[in-house]
């Protein structure tokens, strides 16, 4: 994995700072996520825990900095995808995630825990993950609107983005489980969700379809990262004092 | 949470082994579950170490036996349904569901990482998790087969029932995530996959929407402990060297 941008550090610093984070990696892989203390990545990367919590405040940062690279990898290869129908450029951008994913697939899924715990820093629909999703969010809007057969109305662009950046969700979360077929399984499924989205025009002109997707992304949008000036309701939550 | 049946044990006993069960639940949810051990929940549950692995060879055990409870409830209820659509019957089911878990919520949120990483032995999807599996998909051939509008053929009973057990798995994820509005959202997508439900019987004379369904159900049900004799395909994947 190669490191984000660190523009302060120098190129000594860089290394030391990539060294961490590799053993850190490593280590949730190997021992997951929660039994892997600062001590043990310092440990394995050869630093000081003095120099180790320089570089990562805590394991959260360490996750957080992980789902950073995936997002970029995710607005890279959306930035190199040609022109075409929304069915081929999803299919062709979870074929480029999948293969970005694969060295690290065994770390994904130690983190998975983290990941859906809402009360972790390092939960991806807690606090720290906003900016995660808000990315996300915005690769997806530009798969859609950039694609051949873009829906006309910008509400349908941005709520099938959601619904794009879910089905992404879902795949990898199936992709995770699916080690038993070599990822055979998880290929039907793009391939089923391809051929479905193929028809994406024809169905949104069905008024039932168009008004279940709007009700889905109304539900769940939110909690992706959907565009939070349009969710007066989501405003409305924050008030409530559900925690 | 009450004990599954334990037949050959005298009450002191059934009252130990509870005792246990409920300290792992409470540690589990208050400190995570790979943080927590054995020597922890002995101590909480004020046995010696060597008692507390009489009742339970591992933290796994712990983890199967809340499966096996929520399992014992989901058939309970399935049993006491009323007859009616099998939108109903599902809506009122997940409900249910839903009242019985709310005191392990913090619990299955911390588990969701062991759930869903099929390395561990405490894996939902994995090999102890099976017979969990198989009884859900039993239980959900049931909601839909007795249900008013059961469809006639019985491949599609099974497909159904293989859908509503996804659906619930995604309903308790989306569940935990869902803290901030009191479950107000959850509640909203269980009335969107009532108001779909209803018109199951409509959709599924669409051969798009019956050839979809069964193709999803062919590459995730294998996964959700969908028969295994008519899995050929699946027995062909053990073969497979991938993990």
């Not at 860089?14 to 310092?42: C, K, N, P, S, W």
């Not at 992980?66 to 129908?85: C, F, H, K, V």
């Not at 002109?205 to 992304?217: D, I, K, M, N, Y």
Request: hydrophobic share 45%; net charge neutral; proline share 5%.
């Amino acid at each position: 994995m190669q490191p984000a941008a660190t523009p302060k550090l120098t190129p000594k610093a860089v290394q030391t700072r990539q060294r961490i984070l590799d053993a850190a990696l490593d280590l949730f892989a190997a021992h997951g996520y929660e039994e892997t203390t600062m001590r043990d990545i310092a440990a394995a990367a050869g630093c000081s825990l003095g120099l180790t919590y320089r570089y990562f405040a805590s394991k959260e940062d360490l996750v957080l900095e992980l789902y950073r690279w995936l997002i970029d990898q995710l607005e890279e290869q959306t930035r190199l995808l040609p022109a075409g129908p929304i069915a081929d450029r999803f299919q062709q951008l979870m074929r480029g995630l999948f293969a970005a994913m694969v060295p690290h697939r065994l770390t994904l899924g130690a983190l998975f825990g983290a990941a859906l715990n809402p009360r972790s820093r390092a939960g991806l629909f807690g606090a720290e993950g906003a900016e995660v999703r808000r990315r996300a969010q915005a690769a997806y809007i530009t798969v859609v609107a950039q694609a051949t057969d873009a829906p006309r109305r910008l509400q349908q662009v941005d709520d099938l983005a959601t619904l794009l950046y879910g089905v992404q969700l879902a795949l990898v979360l199936f992709w995770l489980q699916d080690l038993r077929t070599g990822s055979r399984r998880t290929e039907q499924l793009l391939q089923l969700v391809h051929d479905l989205l193929r028809r994406i025009r024809t169905f949104l002109r069905l008024p039932l379809v168009a008004q279940t997707l709007a009700q889905l992304v109304a539900i769940v949008g939110p909690l992706l990262g959907q565009d939070d000036a349009r969710q007066d309701d989501a405003r409305q939550d924050e008030a409530t004092p559900a925690e």
